[in-house]
């Protein structure tokens, strides 16, 4: 090979180079967020690190409460104007297994649920109860989370669940009764 074709060669690579390059850069700004991810949902500390693989990348995120602690509470985070998280918080009447109020309820796809029943969940949806009957009017609370669309798997769910309920519990929800 002489050295017009080995430059020829080299001119080739080098272009072929900067093409993938501005590609995956591209890329990088489409699978990337601008936007911080909270730390609270609906006065609910949540770890950022159990929230991330529910959002998916944008530019801007906006958090919205509405309802209120007595029924039924909706906090839902939407990225670019669309909704891709939701947690609900819910008061029912006592006896309601988890499996059944994500079913009749909720419409949660119970794929899995822990062996004290506390949750079930799937990849992009999940439920927990906080049992509190008989403190509060003979009612439970159930958490009901979902996701538009998620890089996680149903484990992230669960942790999510089991981190959200936890954080929750320190509140004390079964002793406000109203």
């Keep these: 090979m002489n050295i017009s074709s080995l430059r020829a060669v080299g001119v080739v690579?080098?272009?072929t180079a900067v093409m993938f390059l501005s590609i995956t850069a591209c890329e990088e700004d489409r699978n990337s967020r601008e936007y911080k991810i909270p730390e609270t949902l609906c006065d609910v500390d949540v770890r950022p690190d159990k929230l991330?693989?529910?959002l998916p990348p944008g530019?801007?995120?906006k958090l919205n409460e509405e309802g209120d602690e007595n029924f039924r509470k909706v906090c839902s985070a939407s990225?670019?104007?669309e909704v891709a998280f939701e947690v609900k918080r819910?008061?029912?009447e006592d006896g309601w297994s988890?499996?059944?109020f994500a079913t009749v309820h909720a419409y949660v796809k119970p794929d899995h649920q822990t062996a004290d029943e506390k949750y079930v969940y799937s990849e992009d949806s999940g439920l927990s109860v906080m049992?509190?009957?008989p403190k509060r009017d003979n009612q439970d609370l159930f958490i009901v989370v979902k996701s538009s669309e998620n890089t996680a798997d149903e484990e992230a769910m669960l942790?999510?669940?089991i981190e959200y309920r936890r954080v929750l519990m320190k509140r004390t929800p079964c002793d406000e009764v109203k």
């Design 52 to 54: 991330a693989p529910f």
């Design 98 to 100: 988890t499996r059944r």
């Design 90 to 92: 819910e008061w029912w």
């Design 59 to 61: 530019k801007e995120i």
């Design 131 to 133: 049992r509190c009957a």
């Design 79 to 81: 990225v670019d104007g």
């Design 159 to 161: 942790e999510f669940l």
């Design 13 to 15: 690579a080098a272009a």
